[in-house]
């Protein structure tokens, strides 16, 4: 059964950088695309990032410009660079591919001064 585990996060200032790591146990080629995700504090967990088989990314509109979303097959990673990090990007980020599988723990991201 294929899982999937994610690391990378912490707390960094407004402004900072961090990149998060999921690790895909499995075939990573079953899924037709892979995302993250993010859920904060009272909201619903929404998709940030998601990277498709061939390549083909998308972004939620916040995240534009900041966020990259890449893939390496060789490895079975899928990662998120996220630059000028800001408070509302606080969040426990999962990722989950398509068709999914059961979600991960998470990792947490704090941004706070």
């Known amino acids: 059964q294929v899982r999937v585990l994610e690391s990378g996060g912490g707390l960094v200032q407004p402004g900072g950088s961090l990149r998060l790591s999921c690790a895909v146990f499995?075939?990573?080629?079953?899924?037709?695309?892979i995302s993250w995700h993010r859920q904060a504090p009272g909201k619903q967990r929404e998709e940030v990032a998601a990277?498709?088989?061939?390549?083909?990314?998308r972004y939620v509109k916040s995240v534009e410009g900041r966020f990259t979303i890449s893939r390496d097959n060789a490895k079975g990673t899928v990662n998120l660079q996220m630059n000028n990090l800001q408070p509302e990007d606080t969040a426990v980020y999962y990722c989950?591919?398509?068709?999914?599988?059961?979600w991960g723990q998470g990792t947490q991201v704090t941004v706070s001064s």
């Open positions: 989950n591919g398509d068709p999914g599988v059961d």
């Open positions: 990277v498709t088989r061939t390549g083909s990314t």
């Open positions: 499995g075939n990573i080629f079953r899924f037709n695309s």
